[in-house]
């Protein structure tokens, strides 16, 4: 009982490495996909810091 219990939680913790690689390489290719808009965002928001900051 005792070994069938350890193997049952070591099964659980495979899915859970799984589905966090998974969520990463979807996070990844949406950052692949929308790189032009948020290098755009970024920018846009640094200059915005960098001329209030200038304006103190």
């Known amino acids: ?12 913790t495979a899915v859970g ?3 966090m690689i998974l ?6 290719g ?3 996909i929308f790189k032009q808009q948020l290098t755009s965002i970024v ?5 915005k810091i960098t001329s209030q900051s200038n304006s103190i």
């Open 43 to 47: 920018n846009s928001i640094f200059k």
């Open 30 to 32: 949406l950052v692949i």
């Open 17 to 19: 490495v799984v589905e």
């Open 1 to 12: 009982m005792k070994d069938l219990c350890r193997r049952f939680f070591y099964e659980e």
């Open 23 to 28: 969520i990463l390489v979807v996070l990844i």
